[in-house]
C-alpha cells in the first residue's frame, strides 16, 4: 500500500503522521511545492517511526513522479481560511491549486483512490471528478466525518458522556448550509431528542454548522487540522482495510435524494470499492427543503468554476 498526501501544511502533514502511525500504507508520500518543506518534514515523521513502533517509511517531495503507483491519494493542498472568510471566499485561487494537483497525481496514479481535504470542499470534490475522469465512487470529499465529529464533540459536552457512545449523521454542503440531523443522533441507542431539550439541541446544530470559523477565530492565522486529518484518515482506513462503515461523504449524487450533478454530503459505505453504496434516509420536508437548499449552494459555485474557465 502506498498512499500520497498533496500539502505539506498542517493538515497534510498531521495526516501523513496518522497514516504513518497506525501503519496504513508501507510508504507515505508527502508532496508539496515549497522546496524542502515535504522532504524535511517527512524525514522527520519517519525518524519518529522506531520510537513510534512503526515500519512506515515517510519521503517528501517537490515531484509527482515520486508518487507513482498510489493507491491513495490526499488532496490537502490550498489556502487556509482566515477570520472573517468563508469556505466560498477561497475559490478561484483553490480551484487552480486543486485542478492542478488531481491532474498530475491522476497521471502518476491512475487506479488511485482521490480523498478530498481541499476548501470548498463539495466543490473542489466536483472538480477533482472532473479533471480525473475516475468513477464517482474513486472521488469522495471529506467533510461529513469531520463535522459529524464536531457534532457529536458538542453533544458528548453538553451531556458530560463518551463521545464513543454519540451516533449522529448529517447531510449537506461542508458549511453554514450543511444539515444536521437530531431525529438520528443517538447516544447509547438513546434518541437524542429524549435527552436534551430542542433549544439545546439547536444551539448545538448552529455551533456545529460553525465548527471550522470557531476555531478560525481562534488561530488567527490557520484554520483546523487535527481533526480534519483525522478523518481523511478514517475513511482510508475503511476503504483499505473494507470495513465498509458508513459516513457522511460529498459524493456526486446523481438521482439520490433528487438531487443531480453536484457533489454534497450523503451517507455511504466505504469499501474496498471506495464508494459501494448511498443510502438513502427518510427526510421530513423540512430536511428535504434544507438539503435542497445546501445543494444549491454549492451547484452555484459550481457554475462559477464554469465562468471561471475551470
Known sequence: MKITVIGAGNVGATAAQHLAYYEMAEEVVLVDIAEGIPQGKGLDMYEAMPVLG?????????????????????????????????????????????????????????????????????????????????????????????????????????????????????????GDSMVPLPSYTTVAGIPLTQLLSEERINAIVDRAKNGGIEIVNHLKTGSAYYAPSASAVQMVESIAKNKKRIFPCAVLCEGEYGLNDVCIGVPVKLGKNGVEQILEISLTDNEKELLQKSADDVKSNIAKLAEMGF
Not at 83 to 100: C, E, F, Y
Not at 134 to 146: D, T
Open 54 to 174: 512503526s515500519d512506515t517509511r515517510v519521503t517528501g517531495s517537490n515531484s509527482y513522479e515520486a508518487t507513482a503507483g498510489s493507491d491513495f491519494v490526499i488532496i490537502t493542498a490550498g489556502l487556509a481560511r482566515k477570520p472573517g472568510m468563508s469556505r466560498d471566499d477561497l475559490l478561484a485561487a483553490n480551484a487552480k491549486i486543486v485542478s492542478s494537483c488531481a491532474e498530475q497525481a491522476y497521471a502518476h496514479s491512475p487506479n488511485a483512490f482521490f480523498i478530498i481535504v481541499s476548501n470548498p470542499l463539495d466543490v473542489m470534490t466536483y472538480l477533482a471528478l472532473k479533471k480525473t475522469g475516475l468513477p464517482k465512487n474513486k472521488v469522495i470529499g471529506m467533510a461529513g466525518v469531520l463535522d459529524t465529529a464536531r457534532y457529536r464533540t458538542f453533544i458528548s459536552m453538553e451531556l458530560d458522556c463518551s463521545v464513543e457512545d454519540v451516533q449522529a449523521i448529517l447531510l449537506g454542503g461542508h
